[in-house]
């Protein structure tokens, strides 16, 4: 029997490979709305990142979930983020 592939995906900040439940997904829905997707299958463009402190931090200084988005971040954002740690 095969093994069954793991998803990976690309920390926005870091450009690291990791499996996809190692990270936390960002989407901004149809509507504009940003939100925290805790289930990975949110309708919308999502963009991922590590789940540590630094990388939070990170993002926040150069503004990668924006880019990577297309939107402004908003403050509560990364807020609850660093409660997710």
């Known amino acids: 029997m095969k093994a069954k592939k793991k998803p990976m995906r690309t920390c926005v900040v870091t450009k690291e490979k990791w499996e996809k ?3 936390i997904r960002i989407v ?6 940003v939100l925290i997707d805790k289930t990975g299958k949110q309708n919308g463009k999502g963009a991922y990142l590590k789940l540590d402190s630094e990388v939070i931090l990170k ?3 150069n503004n990668a ?3 990577a988005l297309n ?5 509560e954002i990364y807020e609850e983020l ?3 740690i």
């Open 21 to 23: 439940k190692d990270l």
């Open 28 to 33: 901004r829905t149809p509507e504009g709305q």
């Open 59 to 61: 993002a926040k200084k």
């Open 65 to 67: 979930l924006g880019r």
């Open 71 to 75: 939107v402004e971040i908003p403050e």
């Open 82 to 84: 660093e409660k997710e």
